[in-house]
Structures are given as structure tokens and as C-alpha cells.
């Protein structure tokens, strides 16, 4: 492959000039120049194939020639807005609404995430003419400022708490109010959001609304234990208020079992919203909103057009579509559902090898490893965690951290991610904790792939071992 024409340092020293400081790079010691993506993999400007573990945005692989192909042939048509007639958006919303609850039924189509979010808020508040949000904590919901307003993962370095957002604990049964000892985690984490209600009922608040990942990603890859949400359903809509799925990093049969992650809380389990984004255009910019006609008809009765001019165009309906198919043509949910379980199984062998892996959790192609200094107090081993993803990165294994610590190493790849990928990530965690001195044996040799005692299983879908 040929060297892309601009040197890596002159393209790091003009991000630097004309770009902000706060505009942060992945490796901002050493950033990576991605030059090309496809599949599960990204190549540097030397050709160098990285292997992507985090990137839920290219959800059905990088540059996937279906999506291309159907972005391409659109774009040689048409390419305008929504307020004229045309099929593709219509297709596009029937398609969708195969995937989700019937109660949930009319689309607004967006541009990104922060968007749909923004939206969800807005019909909340006409639908229940009340104004306060309940959000969980360490939460992350977009970068506009009614959003951050909401997520106190961006707040709380910033102008604080407003006296309109009441904050109810995450639902973290490892590290959390609540563990996995308890005997009921779902129904004690949601009478925690009844006392948050309750007590800002008390001060004359009204609740529009509660937000909630389907699955916390900022606040360390949790997975709230089943029954949660609709424990949590019941005392919001007591309190007058609607439940916002925001299905924007875990949607789109990532967690395997189902196509929405908010399902994983049981069958009887509907949100009144569900926002959705990143996976759902592949790295177009494509976002939406799911809701109930009794919602979308309160905000259609404010008599104000809701129009977004490049929300649900020809193109980003087609290329919607286009995902819609790789993912039923590929069988990719249930690939997620059938690598995740490997790649899960092969983490836990670690587990019981490194005591820094105080925790694996996670479901499908959404998973957390939360790094301990020690097995008693579970304290966040934050530099371990920055050390190990750093390593990993020099073994062209793209990872990342989050959770409040920001000690737990997230995998959010590609759907394609393979059953071979998840053996060769492990493996070389496997080596790079041997290394360190809370691991077994001295050897900081990275070339070593120690053997994995699992065999492959045999996964429906997109080449699974590739």
C-alpha cells in the first residue's frame, strides 16, 4: 500500500495549529495517522493493520461495501431534504419499526446521537409539561448543552449540577450501593431512583422524564441487573413522567440476544422513547427517534414544524437500510451473541490467572474489564489499566477505558469482530500481564501467544474465523 503523500508529523503539527487543544486524539503521546479502514481492521500511513476493539461507530465493519455501494448509488440521484415525498424514508422507518416494540412507532430521523437526545428531552417535556430529568450517575448522553446539562460525566467539570436534574446511583452490582451479593440489586438500585423522585417531589419539582443508557458505557460497561428498568418505568410514570432508552452505543443487536439492548429487561419491557445513533449509518452521519403516538402527537399539537435539513435524506435512508441488511444478511447479531460468549469465556480463563481482572461483565459485543489494585477494597487500577491499552496498542490492538476510574477496558468492536480477533487479543493480555508484577512469571516478551485452553465454536454469520 502506498504512504499516504502527507508525513505523520506534518499532519500532527497542523491538527495542532489549527485545531483545539480540547479536540483530544486517542495515544496523544504518540497518536496513531489512520489512513484506511475495512472489516474489524484500520491501517496506518506505513500500511500497519491495526485490529479495532472499540469502534462501535463502523457497526457492520469499516467501509463496508454494501453501505458504500448504497450511498454511492443514491448520491448519483437524488440527495435533498425531508419535507418532499419519497420512498426511501418511509421504507426506512417500516424497517425499523419491524425491530421494536409496536407501542413504539413514529421516527424523527437526525444527524448524530446528541441530536436524538436533544429531541427525546424536547417531546418529554411537551408530553408531560413538566421539566426535570432523572439521570443515573456517571452518565453520558451528548455534547450540546441541554445534554450535558444531563450527564454528569461532562457536569461535574463543568458548571455543576442544575437544580433540574436529580441524580440516582448507577446500577453497578460490582462496585456499586448494591452487589452482586445482594439478593435483589434491580428492585434495590430502583427504589434509589423512588427516593431521588420522591425528594425532589418534595421540593416542588415535577419529573419529565428519566434517561438511561440501555447499557451504562461511561460509567464502565455496567449491565443493570434484569427487572431494573421496569421497576424504575413504574415509579417515573407515577411521578408523571416518560423513560428514554438511549440505545446510541449499544444498539442494533450488538448485545446478541436481542436487536435493542433495553430488551435484555424483559419481554413486558417498553420504553416510551428510544434514541439512536453512531451504529445506525456506519459512520454516516444517521441518528433517530423512536416514540408512542400519544407522545408525538403532544408535540405535534405546539403547532412548530420540527424540520432538520439533513435528518433522513435519500442518501442516509439508503445507507440506514443498507446497515439494516449487512446485519440480517451477515447473521451479525447473532455472530455478536456467539463471539461475545468467546471472547467472555477467554477473558474469564484470564481472571483466574491475573488478580488484576477484578471483573468481567458484559453481553454480546459489549464488554468491561474492570482492573482492582486488590480483590478486597476494588480500587480502580487506573494506571495499570492506561499501561495495558497502551501496550496493546504497540501489538496494533486498538482498546480504550472507561468507567469513573477510568479503569476498565472497553470492547465495542465491529460486529465482524472475530472469533480468531477475540483469541489474539487475549493472548496478548494474557502476555502483557505475565510482564507486570502482579502476574505470574517474569517474561515481558510480547511475540509470546500463550495457547487458550477453548476451542472455536462454531459461529453462525460473517466469516467468524477470519
Not at 256 to 284: R, Y
Not at 384 to 401: M, P
Request: hydrophobic share 40%; with cysteine; net charge negative.
Amino acid at each position: 500500500m502506498a504512504a499516504d503523500p502527507r508525513e505523520k508529523a506534518a499532519t500532527l503539527a497542523l491538527r495542532r495549529r489549527l485545531l483545539s487543544n480540547s479536540c483530544k486524539l486517542f495515544f496523544p503521546e504518540d497518536p496513531i495517522k489512520i489512513v484506511r479502514g475495512q472489516g474489524q481492521y484500520m491501517y496506518d500511513e506505513e500500511g500497519a493493520e491495526y485490529i479495532d476493539c472499540i469502534n462501535n461507530v463502523a457497526h457492520v465493519g469499516h467501509c463496508h461495501p454494501l453501505v458504500v455501494q448504497a450511498a454511492h448509488k443514491q448520491n448519483q440521484v437524488l440527495n435533498t431534504n425531508s419535507r418532499y415525498l419519497h420512498d426511501n424514508i418511509v421504507d426506512y422507518a417500516q424497517r425499523l419499526s419491524e425491530t421494536l416494540p409496536e407501542k413504539l412507532c413514529v421516527f424523527y430521523f437526525l444527524n448524530s446521537g446528541s441530536e436524538a437526545n436533544d429531541l427525546a428531552l424536547r417531546l418529554a417535556r411537551q408530553y408531560t409539561g413538566h421539566w426535570d430529568v432523572v439521570v443515573l450517575d456517571h452518565a453520558y448522553h451528548g455534547h450540546l448543552s441541554s445534554l450535558i446539562d444531563i450527564s454528569p460525566y461532562k457536569f461535574r467539570d463543568l458548571d455543576g449540577q442544575k437544580e433540574w436534574v436529580h441524580v440516582a446511583p448507577l446500577p453497578d452490582t460490582y462496585r456499586g450501593l448494591y452487589r452482586e451479593d445482594h439478593p435483589n440489586p434491580a428492585v434495590a438500585y430502583a427504589s434509589e431512583v423512588k427516593r431521588v423522585v420522591s425528594s425532589a417531589q418534595e421540593k416542588g419539582r415535577k419529573i419529565a422524564a428519566f434517561f438511561a443508557e440501555s447499557l451504562p458505557s461511561v460509567g464502565g460497561q455496567i449491565v443493570p441487573p434484569t427487572g431494573f428498568f421496569p421497576e424504575v418505568a413504574e415509579h417515573i410514570h407515577k411521578a408523571g413522567g416518560v423513560f428514554v432508552a438511549d440505545e446510541i452505543q449499544v444498539g442494533f443487536g450488538r448485545v446478541g440476544k436481542h436487536f435493542w439492548a433495553f430488551q435484555l429487561q424483559g419481554e413486558d419491557f417498553v420504553p416510551d422513547i428510544v434514541t439512536m445513533g453512531k451504529s445506525i449509518g456506519n459512520g454516516h452521519p444517521v441518528a433517530c427517534v423512536a416514540t408512542t403516538q400519544a407522545v408525538a402527537r403532544a408535540f405535534e399539537a405546539t403547532g412548530v414544524e420540527y424540520f432538520n435539513t439533513f435528518g433522513g435524506t435519500p442518501v442516509s435512508c439508503a445507507v440506514g437500510l443498507a446497515v439494516l441488511d449487512v446485519l440480517e444478511k451477515e447473521q451479525l447479531q447473532a455472530h455478536a451473541a456467539c463471539v461475545g460468549s468467546f471472547l467472555m469465556e477467554l477473558l474469564r480463563q484470564q481472571k483466574a490467572k491475573h488478580p488484576i481482572l477484578g471483573d468481567i461483565r458484559g453481553v454480546g459485543l459489549f464488554i468491561g474489564v474492570d482492573l482492582i489494585k486488590d480483590e478486597a477494597t476494588r480500587m480502580p487500577a487506573t494506571e495499570e489499566a492506561d499501561y495495558v491499552v497502551s501496550r496493546l496498542k504497540e501489538n496494533y490492538i486498538l482498546l480504550s477505558t472507561d468507567g469513573p476510574g477510568r479503569n476498565v477496558l472497553k470492547f465495542k468492536p465491529p460486529m465482524c469482530f472475530s472469533l480468531d480477533n477475540a483469541r489474539h487479543v487475549v493472548a496478548k493480555l494474557d502476555t502483557i500481564l505475565t510482564g507486570e508484577p502482579g502476574g505470574q512469571g517474569a517474561t515481558d516478551s510480547l511475540s509470546l501467544e500463550p495457547s487458550l485452553e477453548l476451542e472455536l465454536p462454531a459461529c453462525p454469520g460473517w466469516g467468524c474465523d477470519s
